[in-house]
């Protein structure tokens, strides 16, 4: 597996114990933290300008990640959902998008991360 060190990785988690495993992870493989967002209910807020891939709780606080899934497209940032619900139960349009099931290993994690990496001009086309 490539790593891609100074990776700039948003991770969009609600459950701080989560959250903090995937940074040290993260930060162990040489890949960097880009504001980490630990969601809370409301409106999403501004994506950071400089990121390079994003790792999407799905239902973070019980609502949806959905808004920065859209951003993300539009902006052309390759990114990932992780979730303890079914693939199956996201909307048609992300259904092909790379999906993280909770829980997981570390190496699952860093491959997802590779995958988003190597291919972002496949992964990261607008929704």
Do not use: C, W
């Amino acid at each position: 597996m490539q790593y891609h060190l100074g990776l700039r990785v948003l991770l969009v988690e609600d459950n701080p114990l989560v959250a903090t495993a995937i940074e040290d992870v993260l930060a162990e493989a040489g890949y960097s933290i880009v504001e980490p967002f630990r969601a809370s209910a409301g409106a999403p807020p501004a994506l950071p300008k400089q990121l390079d891939v994003a790792l999407l709780d799905v239902s973070p606080h019980g609502g949806s990640s959905f808004e920065f899934a859209a951003e993300l497209g539009r902006r052309g940032i390759p990114f990932a959902f992780v979730s303890t619900e079914s693939k199956a139960l996201l909307p048609a349009e992300y259904r092909d998008r790379p999906f993280l099931a909770k829980p997981f290993a570390a190496p699952q994690l860093l491959q997802t991360i590779s995958t988003l990496a190597a291919a972002p001009s496949q992964l990261a086309l607008p929704v």
